[in-house]
């Protein structure tokens, strides 16, 4: 089907021009039933001939022999007349029909009979005299039940028409009070219902319509899945500290201070979890207050580079920059280091040991725009194929031995990955063939004069 004839608004245009059509068609049938009995030939040469009869009965007997030629001819012909003098005098006081006023002005302006065709067929005839021209006035009475039929076919018309009318009108309303009661069970909390199967089948803008919604649907109840999930996995890690403080505590109420130190970890545990979930959250709702400042992405990478270098000393691995250009981007220079210091921190959490994190940060061409790319490669284990796009979920864990390595809330990935959205930019992962994962940090490059 066509984009034009599946159009809703081509329906409706359709549909007005068939009752336009429809409605004209039977005026004019109307109008041929009605003088159907009428040829225009004979109308004209009758017209010239009882016009030229009238002037002479006038002329011979005055107004009470115009009043019966007249009378005579209404009854005979059915046809209504009356007679102007050339003076344009009503010489009868019959008065004109008002429908036939504008066929005697163009009679008396050209000076030569004029004729309208219509449901009541109407005619002036000229009769030129030594004293002026007579005008002959005369309309067509229709015959009787004429008026009941022209009023039956006119009300057929308009029924056949305002039926087309309803049935467009059920083909546009149906859907959309189906449309109503989806969203009224969706908003009762029946996040399962969904709009196109109500209304199929179809394929018009209603249709369309109706897909959009379920994807609204969908992305809601996906969105409403998600945050259930979220503070199911944020009660899960809440849980575990809160317990072994809940322990230490007992033991310091017994005089024992074997868990002060652990306490002390819970709690920083605890604090950064929560500083976590207060950045996401944050992250989630910025929108347009972000804030935006030309900025060296080499300063921060080499920043990041050094700090987790040092902290990686302790367990035998390091942090090398292979490569690093001077990339200019627009950031929160806060938003942006901590988005790379997380991926470099998970990177150096999951290399094994006595092996390192390479880092190159180059300026590339891509799609006629600059930007800046900075890569991550660690030298552990990978995850399995199925569980790199699941790498940015919140508190999402990679089942197996990639688990056991963590030490984190599973925020991290997810917060740098907003970051990188916030900015215009992207995120995203893949295994090394050589082993290990590598994580590529794509953002929008700008002109550091700026």
């Given amino acids: 089907m066509t984009p034009v004839i599946r159009s ?43 016009a030229r009869t009238a002037v002479n009965s006038y002329v011979r007997d005055g107004r009470a022999g115009l009043a019966q030629n007249l009378d005579e001819i209404e009854k005979s012909a059915r046809i209504r007349a009356t007679l102007l003098d050339p003076k344009s005098y009503d010489i009868l006081e019959r008065g004109v029909p008002a429908e036939a006023e504008d066929v ?66 059920r083909h546009i309303t149906k859907p959309i009070r189906g449309l109503q009661d989806v969203a009224g069970r969706i908003a009762n909390g029946d996040l399962s219902v969904r709009a ?58 017994r005089g024992e201070t074997d868990g002060v130190e652990r306490m002390q970890a819970d709690l920083n545990s605890l604090n950064r979890l929560i500083h976590q979930i207060l950045t996401l959250t944050r992250l989630q709702a910025c929108g347009e207050q972000k804030t935006e400042t030309v900025l060296n992405l080499r300063t921060i990478v080499e920043g990041v580079a050094e700090d987790a270098d040092f ?52 300026e590339t061409d891509y799609g006629n725009l600059k930007w800046a790319c900075l890569v991550v490669a660690d030298h552990g284990t990978g995850v399995p194929d199925h569980a790199l796009p699941r790498l940015f979920e919140p508190f999402y864990r990679v089942p197996g031995s990639y688990e056991g390595k963590s030490d984190s809330s599973g925020l991290g990935l997810s917060i740098a990955q907003r970051v990188a959205a916030l900015y215009g930019g992207n995120i995203t992962a893949r295994n090394r063939a050589q082993g290990g994962l590598e994580m590529l940090i794509r953002l929008p490059a700008c002109d550091g004069a700026t």
């Fill in 311 to 362: 902290e990686g000393r302790q367990q035998g691995k390091s942090v090398v920059v292979g490569h690093a250009d001077d990339c200019w981007t627009k950031g929160d220079p806060a938003l942006l280091r901590s988005c790379i210091e997380n991926v470099v921190r998970n990177a150096v959490r999951h290399t094994n040991s006595k092996t390192g994190v390479l880092i190159v940060l180059n």
């Fill in 8 to 50: 809703l608004y081509f329906k409706i245009f359709l549909c007005f021009c068939v009752v336009s059509i429809l409605v004209r068609t039977f005026i004019v049938i109307t109008a041929a039933i009605e003088s159907r009995s009428v040829d225009p030939v004979w109308l004209t040469g009758a017209l010239d001939s009882y």
């Fill in 104 to 169: 005697l002005d163009e009679a008396q302006s050209l000076g030569r009979s004029r004729f309208r065709i219509g449901v009541r067929w109407r005619g002036v005839s000229v009769i030129s005299t030594d004293s002026g021209n007579y005008f002959f006035v005369a309309e067509i009475v229709p015959p009787p039940g004429a008026v009941l039929r022209t009023r039956l076919l006119r009300w057929t018309a308009l029924l056949l028409g305002g039926l087309l009318c309803l049935i467009l009108a």
């Fill in 196 to 253: 196109l199967p109500s209304i199929s089948p179809r394929n018009d803008e209603l249709a369309d319509l109706a897909r959009d919604f379920d994807r609204m649907a969908d992305r809601i109840a996906g969105l409403l899945r998600k945050q259930q999930e979220m503070l199911g996995d944020i009660s899960h890690e809440l849980r575990s500290p809160l317990t072994r403080l809940g322990v230490s505590l007992e033991l310091l109420r």
